[in-house]
């Protein structure tokens, strides 16, 4: 059973950084992909970024992208969200979800909540303004 753990999640201030970390243990498949999603009070979930390890494609939301960075450390099966310049908006609870890289040929859209099947607990992240 895979098991996503996330971490790094905490209060920072507008315009500052965080880094968030997530720590996938047990995958029965060689690539996969691991995505950040967001939720905020009274909002659906949404997709921030996602990565796959097969051959490294990333793909970044609108709202985030030239601020936040997804990166991967296959040694440590651990995948991050560098974030910077944070703004209040990007106050949510974050996750990490995986889901094997070989589905992503039957979406046209991977980087959204209906293509991942395992999900991470969440960490808060709070931006004060």
């Known amino acids: 059973e895979v098991q996503l753990v996330e971490s790094g999640g905490g209060l920072v201030q507008a315009g500052g950084s965080l880094r968030l970390s997530c720590a996938a243990s047990?995958?029965?498949?060689?690539?996969?992909?691991i995505g950040w999603f967001r939720q905020a009070p009274g909002k659906e979930r949404e997709g921030v970024s996602c990565?796959?390890?097969?051959?490294?494609?990333?793909f970044y939301a609108h709202s985030v992208n030239g601020r936040f960075t997804i990166s991967r450390d296959a040694a440590k099966n651990t995948v991050y969200l560098q974030m910077n310049s944070v703004q209040p908006e990007d106050t949510a609870v974050y996750y990490c979800?995986?889901?094997?890289?070989?589905?992503?040929?039957?979406?046209?859209?991977?980087?959204?909540?209906?293509?991942?099947?395992?999900w991470g607990q969440g960490t808060q992240v709070t931006v004060s303004s």
């Open positions: 990565i796959s390890s097969s051959d490294g494609s990333t």
């Open positions: 979800a995986t889901e094997p890289d070989a589905r992503r040929k039957y979406y046209s859209d991977y980087c959204t909540q209906h293509f991942f099947g395992s």
């Open positions: 047990g995958f029965t498949f060689d690539d996969y992909v």
